[in-house]
């Protein structure tokens, strides 16, 4: 144990370590660092679980890990569906489009396709949804946007992501009608979630479904 210990204070690269819950085996990369005030557990795409401790007792580490196991488990599931759609994107040709995967024709690429697909559809999503609401954007334009669905400046202009019509219908409405709301609230407090529950109850669950897609296409 002493050896161990040393070798975790010491260690740059993560070590990696395995621990049980409810019959999965979740492994992760620990660096321990004295200085850290608490534990701190992020899930990589790609690294995976990363945990930072302050302390270097496996055991107290392990029992704080296993407090958070589930939570650690649902984001592992999302980072892999999400990990799981990009690939699907660059084998065989195909292609998301309104949440299923299309075979791609060879003369097209997925930025035409979806610079064909999204305007039009979100257009008229924004002018049914605007009505309903009884608001109104003064300008709706797209762009390629690697991090954001969509955006709603202090000037109520909207901007959407122009890979949107990869996403289920449901969950482009979702964002159409998040963006008309903050022309309303510039913010995400309560009574902006009350607005956009009031016109689309449930948009928890598209926020979930949201969550195995990425706004960007690469
Ligand atoms: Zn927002």
Redesign the pocket.
């Given at each position: 144990m002493k050896n161990l210990r040393a070798s975790l204070t010491k260690s740059k690269v993560g070590l990696t370590k395995t621990i049980e819950y409810e019959g999965h085996v979740l492994s992760y990369s620990l660096f321990v660092n004295r200085r850290l005030k608490h534990l701190y557990i992020t899930i990589d795409p790609i690294k995976g679980v990363i945990v930072k401790s302050p302390f270097s007792a496996i055991e107290t580490i392990e029992t704080l890990l296993l407090q958070k196991a589930s939570w650690i488990l649902s984001k592992l599931h999302a980072a892999q569906e999400r990990t799981h759609i990009g690939r699907l994107l660059e084998t065989e040709g195909k292609i998301l489009y309104l949440g299923e995967a299309i075979l791609l024709s060879s003369f097209q690429t997925p930025e035409l396709f979806y610079k064909e697909k999204t305007p039009p559809l979100v257009n008229r999503l924004v002018e049914e949804w605007s009505f309903l609401m009884g608001v109104k954007p003064t300008k709706v334009s797209f762009r390629q946007a690697k991090k954001r669905w969509?955006?709603?400046s202090y000037r109520n202009e909207l901007s959407f992501n122009l890979s949107l019509a990869q996403l289920p219908l449901e969950c482009i409405a979702y964002i159409v009608v998040?963006?008309l709301?903050?022309i309303t609230h510039k913010h995400?407090q309560k009574a902006?979630w009350e607005c956009v529950a009031s016109f689309m109850p449930e948009y928890k669950n598209h926020e979930i479904t949201l969550k195995k897609f990425s706004p960007s296409l690469i």
């Open positions: 969509g955006s709603c998040h963006e709301a903050h995400h902006f």
